[in-house]
């Protein structure tokens, strides 16, 4: 059975978790394909620590972490609410397609309405069907104002 706990990082068990998923994430082909280095392995759990508007959940199997979310608290202007944005989700190559993804979204869900957040957010790879085609499945969709402007695009600049 596969329970999902937001995760405690003071906790070495959902530290280690967190960094050993996150890692094998980076190391999927929809994560970029290479590994976290180092410096960030060792820095990761301090940075998101200090960031009260972080929040993790874990999904385990017995004692076996197999899936991740790392979401962002954020804020709508459009709606005066927060918002919550899931940054980060993964599940382990051997557990794909029972439900886990569903499972890590409904508990984000349930964290969000707590929060009293308008809505949650999240940026898909274009090429990433199978994820898209979930996000479809539990409700999301592209974001668009009017049609004729077209769909929002996710830009980034290096610093």
């Not at 970029?32 to 999904?59: T, Y």
């Not at 499972?103 to 994820?131: H, I, W, Y």
């Amino acid at each position: 059975m596969i329970a999902i706990v937001k995760a405690d990082l003071t906790r070495t068990e959902h530290a280690q978790a967190l960094v050993q998923l996150l890692n094998e994430y980076a190391c999927d082909p929809m994560g970029g394909g290479v590994p976290l280095s180092e410096q960030v392995q060792k820095s990761l759990i301090g940075a998101m620590s200090s960031r009260p508007h972080l929040h993790s959940f874990i999904a385990y199997d017995a004692e076996r972490p197999v899936g991740l979310m790392n979401t962002v608290e954020g804020f709508s202007t459009f709606s005066a609410k927060p918002l919550l944005n899931i940054h980060d989700v993964m599940v382990n190559r051997d557990y794909r397609g029972r439900g886990i993804a569903a499972q890590l979204f409904d508990a984000a869900e349930a964290f969000a309405r707590s929060l009293g957040c308008c809505k949650m957010t999240l940026e898909v790879l274009e090429g990433n069907q199978p994820a898209r085609a979930s996000y479809t499945r539990l409700g999301f969709k592209p974001y668009q104002l009017d049609p004729e402007a077209g769909v929002a695009q996710f830009w980034e600049k290096k610093i």
